[in-house]
């Protein structure tokens, strides 16, 4: 096991190396003179030469590659162009708490109720309650969240008036059972996309225990069927589901974007737009590494967590 | 659950005298098709997606008023105006009827999101092939590239590219001045990397199989095998790769459009149309948002609809 | 309830069932009907689809998800279990019967370590976790595991297919049931498993005394376990009796025929073919108003086309279901053979090593092989899996190359080490024929495609040329025109191997390596494939490599033996000298572990412990470990000699031949 997560931390660090040097010649490439961009069109030729001179852009293609690989290194990535006394991380780290506050509400929201509605439409299988939850589950994950968003502020917010349909900063000075008024309807949206693809993997990991051989000598042994899901199947159903939603972290960072412009909460997106809108580069990169740190923590916690639960797949990931 | 609980061993010897008859009457391409149209889902999604094909198709010329220029002062004096008998949507920020611009949203859309799929489902599964089939160092080095591109938050990236490329004298140069000819190439670089995941593994699993031996026995070339012995053998999960990456894509133009990097305006697209208007929300109003949104919804589930049934009908 | 039946351990009665495929029930059993008595042991065979599995799980109530009894009773211990509740059929599976599965490896949980599986059968009867956990362990001493401390902390994963199916009887002993269903049980292990496997079951069954159900599709394995044998045929006992005298005097059609579709022993085939059964199984669910072997029979007349045929009461308990049990007898026997003797011209030298790189480790996989073909012959390659027969294969074939050193010679040129080098003859000269068609066979191309692009690439002919070649090839291997235009998955098992022979003999080859070609296939299909391959040899004077793990077909189609043990060649000889005299102590245990068809009793040889890997061989002779005649001091440090007994014949081992024949004749 050691060897295995050994062999595993390493590879997730060649990992973030590539898709930090991915993003790195991304930046580099595409934009003709950063300096110009952020500053504007009507800036004087003497200030962007300043700039450039300031943040480094007349250093040579590796000097700058280096100091963004140091960066990383050291977690210190410097200033941001745009607010030049912030530095970068100060000024992510404020909105990336807000960000991860909403996934985790959705998280707790959704996890339970997903698991079970999989577990439950596996039992009963083919028949209407399982055609039900997997058209919804279908429906949810299909949906792109800023939608479901919309729709829901409409329905909840506007026409019910159960919860607020915008955020509102008001809701800072409130207690975290306050916020839950003005949180209520972006977790939701949220916790709903989730719930698509959990409740898919749970049910279709579920099935696949019930079909295998040795759920049927559990079930000869004379076990009953809630034993034989309990002690069975359950453990060997988790896996994908796990696998499912470490990714689906990954990809909330992306589908969290959309919720919070809907709501107009102060989290990442605000800041990652606004960087990419001004060609604050240093944010912008930062901003995307850290989302893609953020999901490759979540797969590696993953895969360690089903090396645990199935010893068989610690084998094969430790051979692959 | 005894009694309900599948039991594939004791069926085997069964179900493979079953599998015989099935195949001498029918090939097995026609009774996908049969399978298929028995699916509810897949019908529903069809006809979902025919509508808006055909909306997009048809345009201005079935629209009950213009999408880009007519303002109604006579019905409605100070726009928005909730629905009425005259616009059934209501109308926008400036006047125009929304229905007109629903109908006429699917246009960019349907044009964009689908090609960027079947790009990406090109240039993935040639990715593909190639580290399944070679293996090695190839597979090594690329694998860790793909890694790297899957952690990499498909939006985020997307906002990343498409606006840097504003500026980009790069772009421009090599003619890249229809904005939506870039959406399709930044949404195909995206998926490519999982297209390439998903056919390197099925091809891992044909390469092995005894077929590709004997090809190699007869002194087949890599070229030849790989794309005479192995391409028809994985059609299936290709043609579910599609469908499953057309979901996504039109999930992820339409997220672009409405963070306002993807499709621009004029276009009446529904995910700017919705970012346009979302500020109404506080103030009621409810109809700039809401129809659009229910276009979205639509189209995204019955695409779904039809990726899930091909889905289960291949992996039968 | 009579008194009678409630003494019986199974008793099924009239069993019909069905699988419900669209809405349509399609008939799987059609009035089934026996009884195993306590203690008894019951056999029932048949080819794949005759229904023995499914009548196997019925025994518990288990079907399909789409299975339906649509009639009849099953009584267990007097129990009829058709009538049973949810909570009684628990209790029932609970107590009083269990299951031994066919696939050891997947019918135990790989997420859960064997103790808390095993622990758990206990633990539901009622005991207490100490008390279950002192019964694992008890339970684990019973079927002879020897450290059963070391196997409980152990995942499935982990363990040998034989260990596994040892810890699956454990826990199906567990509750000391009055009937134990073997489903297949030894199905996929190696002969010397499967005697081991076998042996532990007839001792523990004298020792619980629990009445037996065992479905094999082996019929030596039916005969040295059952005292009685059902025939099953489209969802029907055929014939029924005690097994001796079903398999010494068969009375139904089908039962004759396969018996007669096996090599028997000292068969071979310059002596006759082997008797085949025409056609195939009906379909599943087909309507079958008269005698079900009616299309196939060869001895069918009017009536049978008319009537369902009465139970033929022959002796007490053996009874056929057949118009004309009297007319069994003049079926014909054995089909004299044609067939050309192997020549003496080598066409083939082989001296081969292959190493193979494992995380860094080297693992020997064939370490000096060294043997040769001649023209018309065929070399039977046999050996428990893991031997090297495959990679040997291989490495013949050019598909990895040898390691340097190695040396391949084909009509006294050398060959280049892999195929990517060799010339267009050379690739021609040698093809394969797999064990299974389905993988063997591209599933998208049609039969004519899939034989015109190797006479093509092979020959190097015109379009014109390689159709008359195909239409050619066709007709030798009885594949019909109509068989062209299909793909693979629109043939039987049987026309798929044949289309798969037609392609490895497309150029003409002058070897062919034959991997398992027949063990996928049933006996009746194997017999007429076995036959076409001795027929193609002989008239093209092709030379076979055939590997098999069936000394049964390996005595009836070879010329001479090669016997490999952990990648190195153990003894080679004729087929004679191997199964007629002085054998290597490996060669002997091997022999020994077959299951008899003619109910001899063989005198079994054991081999202790598992195959070692052959990452880390053992010192010495490799086989030390395992040897039941090893001399301590000699053969775990020294390299044993190869000597040659008698022309041809060759052994690797340190005792003497002499010695060594002395040894084997005193058993």
């Known amino acids: ?104 509400i959705a998280m707790i929201i959704t996890a339970p109720i997903s698991i079970l509605a999989g577990l439950i439409a596996a039992k009963f299988r083919d028949r209407k309650l399982d055609r039900g939850i997997v058209l919804v589950g279908l429906a949810a994950s299909s949906i792109p969240e800023f939608v479901t968003g919309a729709l829901l502020a409409v329905v909840f917010g506007l026409k019910l008036e159960w919860f607020e349909p915008v955020y509102s900063t008001e809701a800072e000075k409130l207690s975290l059972w306050g916020q839950l008024s003005y949180l209520m309807l972006p977790a939701l949206a949220l916790a709903l996309a989730y719930f698509g693809y959990i409740a898919r993997m749970m049910r279709a990991g579920t099935i696949r225990a019930l079909d295998s051989d040795y759920v049927r000598t559990a079930t000869m042994k004379g076990l009953s069927s809630t034993q034989v899901m309990s002690r069975h199947v359950l453990r060997n159903a988790a896996a994908p589901t796990i696998t499912v939603m470490s990714v689906q972290i990954g990809y909330l960072v992306s589908g969290i974007i959309g919720v919070e412009l809907v709501f107009n909460y102060p989290g990442f997106s605000r800041v990652l737009l606004d960087a990419a809108i001004d060609g604050d580069l240093p944010v912008l990169q930062v901003a995307v590494i850290v989302s893609a740190l953020i999901y490759m923590v979540a797969t590696l916690m993953a895969d360690l967590l089903i090396a645990w639960l199935n010893p068989r797949a610690r084998l094969e990931l430790g051979a692959s | 659950m005894t009694d309900t609980t599948n039991l594939p061993a004791a069926g085997n010897e069964a179900s493979d005298v079953l599998q015989r008859s099935l195949t001498e009457r029918k090939t097995a391409r026609r009774e996908r098709w049969r399978l298929l149209r028995r699916r509810p889902g897949f019908i529903i999604g069809v006809v979902i997606v025919g509508i808006w094909v055909f909306c997009a198709i048809a345009g201005d010329r079935i629209t009950p008023y213009d999408p880009f220029t007519d303002r109604d002062s006579k019905y409605c004096a100070r726009p928005p105006c909730p629905p009425s008998g005259a616009h059934w949507f209501g109308t926008d920020q400036i006047g125009r009827d929304i229905m007109s611009r629903v109908m006429m949203g699917a246009r960019d859309l349907l044009l964009v999101a689908p090609t960027a799929a079947v790009l990406a489902l090109i240039t993935g599964s040639v990715l593909g092939m190639v580290m399944g089939y070679y293996r090695g160092w190839v597979d090594n080095l690329l694998s860790r590239v793909v890694e790297a591109f899957l952690a990499l938050p498909v939006v985020m990236v997307g906002i990343l590219v498409l606006t840097l490329s504003r500026s980009s004298d790069l772009l421009s140069a090599i003619s890249f001045d229809s904005r939506n000819v870039l959406i399709i190439y930044v949404v195909a670089l995206l998926f490519t990397p999982i297209v390439a995941r998903t056919v390197r593994a099925t091809v891992l699993g044909e390469r092995d199989l005894d077929y590709v031996v004997s090809a190699r026995l007869r002194g087949e070339s890599n070229l030849f095998i790989m794309t005479r012995e192995i391409l028809p053998n994985i059609t299936g999960p290709i043609v579910v790769e599609l469908t499953v990456r057309i979901g996504y894509s039109i999930f992820t133009v339409a997220t672009l459009s409405f963070l306002g990097v993807g499709i621009q305006r004029p276009s009446p697209d529904w995910g700017l149309a919705i970012a346009e208007s979302r500020d109404l929300l506080p103030a009621d109003q409810w109809w700039p948002v809401t129809f659009p949104a229910l276009a979205i919804a639509t189209l995204v589930v019955a695409v779904n609809l039809i990726a899930d049934s091909i889905q289960t009908v291949y992996e039968r | 309830m009579t008194i009678t039946t409630s003494t019986l351990a199974l008793d099924i009665k009239d069993l019909e069932l069905a699988y419900v495929v669209r809405g349509i029930n399609r008939p799987v059993l059609r009035g089934v009907s026996f009884s195993i008595k306590p203690g008894e042991a019951y056999g029932l065979v048949g080819e794949s689809g005759c229904g023995k599995s499914t009548t196997a799980y019925a025994a518990l109530r288990y079907m399909p998800r789409n299975g339906v009894i649509t009639g009849g009773h099953i009584l267990v211990d007097g129990d009829d279990i058709t009538a049973m509740n949810r909570n009684q059929l628990r209790e029932f599976r609970m107590h009083k019967a269990s299951m031994v599965y066919q696939d050891p490896g997947t019918a135990l949980n790989p997420t859960l370590k064997i103790s808390k599986q095993l622990v758990e059968a206990f633990t539901i009867l009622g005991q207490s976790r100490d008390h279950a956990h002192a019964s694992a362990i008890a339970a684990l001493q019973r079927v002879q595991i020897a450290d059963p401390d070391r196997v409980m902390g152990r995942y499935p994963h982990q363990l040998s297919g034989g260990m596994l199916q040892r810890v699956v009887i454990a826990m199906a002993l567990a509750c000391d049931p009055k009937l134990l269903v073997l489903d297949e049980p030894t199905t996929g292990l190696d002969a010397t498993v499967e005697a081991e496997v076998l042996d532990l079951v007839r001792n523990l069954r004298s020792e619980t005394g629990a009445a037996i159900l065992l479905i094999a599709h082996n019929l030596g394995v039916i005969r040295s376990m059952c005292d009685r044998v059902g025939v099953m045929y489209a969802g029907k006992i055929v014939e029924e009796g005690d097994a001796s005298e079903v398999f010494d005097g068969p009375k139904h059609p089908y039962t004759v025929g396969l018996l007669r579709s096996l090599p028997r022993r000292g068969m071979h085939k310059r002596h006759a073919a082997l008797a085949t059964i025409p056609g195939s199984l009906p379909v599943l669910g087909s309507d079958l108003p008269t005698c079900v072997y009616v299309d196939r029979c060869p001895i069918v007349s009017d009536v049978c086309r008319n009537e369902v045929p009465p139970i033929a009461q022959l002796s007490s308990g053996h009874y056929t279901r057949c118009h004309h049990p009297d007319q069994v007898a003049k079926i014909d026997d054995l089909v004299p053979a044609n067939l050309r003797d192997a020549g003496d011209q080598t066409v083939l030298q082989m001296e081969v090593s292959k190493t193979f790189r494992q995380s860094g480790h080297d693992v020997p996989a064939l370490v000096g092989v060294n043997l040769s073909l001649t023209d018309g012959e065929t070399l039977g390659l046999v050996g428990e899996s893991g031997s090297g027969k495959t990679t040997l294969a291989k490495a013949i074939l050019g598909v990895h190359a040898g390691d340097a050193g190695s040396r391949l010679t084909l009509d006294q040129h050398e060959l280049a080490s892999k195929i990517t080098k060799r010339s267009t003859d050379d690739k021609r000269a040698m093809q394969i024929i797999f064990q299974n068609p389905d993988s063997a066979l591209n599933a998208s191309w049609t039969v004519r495609n899939i034989l015109q692009r190797s006479v093509r690439k092979l020959t190097g002919k015109n379009k014109i040329d390689a159709d008359a070649r195909v239409a050619i090839l066709a007709e030798h291997l009885r594949l019909s025109p109509r068989h062209l235009d299909m793909k693979p998955s629109q043939l039987s098992g049987g026309l798929k191997q044949r289309v798969a022979i037609a392609r490895a003999f497309a150029g003409d080859p002058r070897i062919v390596v034959c991997d398992e070609p027949t063990s996928a296939l049933d006996v009746s299909v194997q017999a007429a494939i076995l036959n076409l391959l001795a027929e193609l040899q002989s008239e093209q004077r092709t030379s076979y490599v055939f590997i098999s793990h069936d000394l049964g077909v390996v005595r009836y189609l070879a010329d001479r033996i090669a016997v490999m043990y952990l990648g190195r060649i153990m003894e080679v000889g004729t087929t004679d000298q191997i199964f007629g005299g002085v054998n290597h102590p490996y060669t002997e245990a091997l022999l020994s572990a077959v299951p008899n068809l003619d109910g001899a009793p063989s005198r079994r040889i054991k081999l202790a412990g598992e195959i070692p890997s052959p990452a880390n061989p053992p010192s010495g002779c490799v086989f030390h470990p395992r040897c039941p005649r090893a001399i301590a001091g000699l053969c775990e440090t020294a390299e044993p000699p190869v000597v040659e007994v008698s022309v041809g014949h060759a052994i690797r081992c340190h005792i003497p031949p002499a010695e060594l024949r002395a040894l084997q004749s005193a058993n």
């Open chain 1, 1 to 104: 096991m050691a060897r295995y997560i050994v062999r595993r931390v390493l590879l997730s660090i060649v990992t973030l190396w590539l898709l930090a040097t991915i993003v790195f010649l991304m930046t580099w490439v595409l934009p003709s003179d950063p300096a110009r961009l952020i500053l504007g069109a009507q800036a004087p030729e003497q200030s962007v030469a300043a700039f450039r001179l300031r943040v480094g852009l007349d250093d040579s293609f590796f000097a700058q590659y280096f100091r963004l690989i140091k960066g990383l290194v050291t977690f210190d990535f410097g200033h941001s162009w745009k607010y030049e006394t912030y530095e970068v991380w100060d000024y992510l780290r404020t909105p990336l708490a807000k960000t991860s506050k909403l996934a985790i």
